[in-house]
C-alpha cells in the first residue's frame, strides 16, 4: 500500500514536499513515480526513479523545479516541489512498479497511492 501525504496550499513560487510511504512491498525492488490530476483533466506523468541506479526522469513541465528522491531505509519517495505554479495545481499520487526503470506510463504502474492535493494560488 501506499500513502500519499504532504499536500497543501501554498503561493505561486513557492515550495513544498510530498511523500509517499509504502508498505506490505520490498520498498527497494520498485520503481516510483509521481503522477498529478488536475479537474477535468486526464491523469499525467510528472516524475520517476527507478528501483537500482537513481536514475531519474522529469515532465517537460517539471524539470528543474521538482526533485523526486526515495529513501529506501524508510521506505518513502518524496517530490521536493519549487517555484510552483497555479498549473501545478492538482491531485497527486505515487505509483510503484517492480523491478523497472522509471516510466511515464500510468497503466505500467501496479500500485497505486490515494492522492495529495495541491494547490498553488495566484
Known amino acids: 500500500l501506499l500513502q500519499a501525504s504532504g499536500g497543501g496550499l501554498v503561493q505561486a513560487g513557492g515550495s513544498l514536499r510530498v511523500s509517499c510511504k509504502a508498505s506490505?512491498?520490498?520498498?527497494?525492488?520498485?520503481?516510483l513515480g509521481w503522477f498529478r490530476q488536475a479537474p477535468g483533466k486526464e491523469r499525467e506523468f510528472v516524475a520517476a526513479?527507478?528501483?537500482?541506479?537513481?536514475?531519474?526522469d522529469y515532465a517537460d513541465s517539471v524539470k528543474g523545479r521538482f526533485t523526486i528522491s526515495r529513501d529506501n531505509a524508510k521506505n518513502t519517495m518524496y517530490l521536493q516541489m519549487s517555484s510552483l505554479k497555479p498549473e501545478d495545481t492538482a491531485l497527486y499520487y505515487c505509483?510503484?512498479?517492480?523491478?523497472?526503470?522509471?516510466?511515464?506510463?500510468?497503466?505500467?504502474?501496479?500500485?497505486w497511492g490515494q492522492g495529495t492535493q495541491v494547490t498553488v494560488s495566484s
Open positions: 505509483a510503484a512498479r517492480f523491478r523497472a526503470s522509471p516510466g511515464r506510463r500510468a497503466n505500467d504502474y501496479r500500485y
Open positions: 506490505g512491498i520490498t520498498f527497494s525492488n520498485y520503481a
Open positions: 526513479i527507478a528501483w537500482n541506479n537513481g536514475n531519474m
